[in-house]
Nanobody, 116 residues
Framework: QVQLVESGGGLVQPGGSLRLSCAASGFTFSNYVMSWYRQAPGKERELVAAITNPGGSTNYVDSVKGRFTISRDNAKNTVYLQMKSLKPEDTAVYYC?????????WGKGTLVTVSS
């Protein structure tokens, strides 16, 4: 059974940093593209970053380029999102996603709040 468990969210001041983790199980992690999405209050869920494998090619939404870095550790079946220079508009629930067998699987999310 595919499972994705996000962690690492919390309250951080503007300009601060956080690292999110998404632990995956139930599928061959190294074979799949992994993505981070976020959903802010009252807004639609949006793609933040994605990472392929092999090769580790990445892409980011324009609003986080230069501030967020997605990475993966295939030995630990985990994908990360390093976030720095956080802004109040980064406040959202962050989710990881993987498409397996034609089905999109999501974690339950982790809340990131950027506020002074």
């Amino acid at each position: 059974q595919v499972q994705l468990v996000e962690s690492g969210g919390g309250l951080v001041q503007p300009g601060g940093s956080l690292r999110l983790s998404c632990a995956a199980s139930g599928f061959t992690f190294s074979n799949y593209v992994m993505s981070w999405y976020r959903q802010a209050p009252g807004k639609e869920r949006e793609l933040v970053a994605a990472i392929t494998n092999p090769g580790g090619s990445t892409n980011y939404v324009d609003s986080v380029k230069g501030r967020f870095t997605i990475s993966r550790d295939n030995a630990k079946n985990t994908v990360y999102l390093q976030m720095k220079s956080l802004k109040p508009e980064d406040t959202a629930v962050y989710y990881c996603k993987v498409p397996v067998g034609g089905i999109y699987y999501w974690g339950k999310g982790t809340l990131v709040t950027v506020s002074s």
